[in-house]
């Protein structure tokens, strides 16, 4: 049987501060960059328990000049190969403005929903995962359920911004696997 558009389940997950344990995005080489404890697990509990799982990654090292698409590249790589060795899979990485970028919750939005599209998956079974406003602003405004984690920027983002209506927030991306992928 051929899975439907609305049975497809897809986990959008913020690489800075949700999988990456560089919350700004600041390594600049490859070798710098590493997953959050249990992070790499995680997906693989939500990929085996039926999830489709994508990266969004902003574009703040090109923007920094920290580094060219190569190397940004090569950093997805590293971070995508620890989720594969704990058995997990991303399938796609999408790319948003950098943080302080102009228009960057219409144009994550916007990457959303292009994502969506190419994946064939609808909105209501998308769940965005961040630790910024921005992003769960974005995830909103594209139609997908948003949910806060309180690593990265997370706590800072609970306690200082208004967050998008039905943002429900959880510690950390295990806790919400566990949740997702029980």
Not at 23 to 48: F, K, N, Q, T, Y
Not at 84 to 112: K, M, N, Q, W, Y
Not at 117 to 126: L, N, Y
């Amino acid at each position: 049987m051929t899975a439907t558009l609305r049975d497809v389940k897809l986990l959008i997950v913020d690489r800075d501060g949700v999988v990456s344990r560089d919350p700004d995005g600041r390594a600049a080489r490859a070798e710098d960059w590493r997953c959050m404890p249990g992070s790499a697990a995680a997906i693989a509990r939500l990929v085996h328990g039926g999830w489709r799982v994508a990266m969004m990654a902003d574009r703040g090292p090109l923007a920094r000049g920290a580094s060219d698409m190569s190397g940004l590249v090569s950093m997805h790589a590293r971070l995508i190969d620890e989720i594969d060795l704990a058995g997990g899979r991303v399938d796609a990485v999408l790319f948003v403005p950098a943080p302080d970028a102009p228009a960057r919750t219409a144009e994550a939005a916007a990457s959303i929903e292009e994502t969506l599209s190419r994946m064939q998956v609808a909105p209501e079974s998308t769940v965005v995962v961040a630790d910024r406003a921005a992003d769960l602003d974005a995830a909103h405004a594209a139609g997908c359920r948003p949910m806060l984690v309180l690593s990265g920027h997370g706590r800072d983002t609970f306690c200082s911004a208004t967050l998008p209506p039905g943002t429900v927030v959880r510690v950390d991306l295990s806790a919400i696997a566990a949740e997702l992928a029980p």
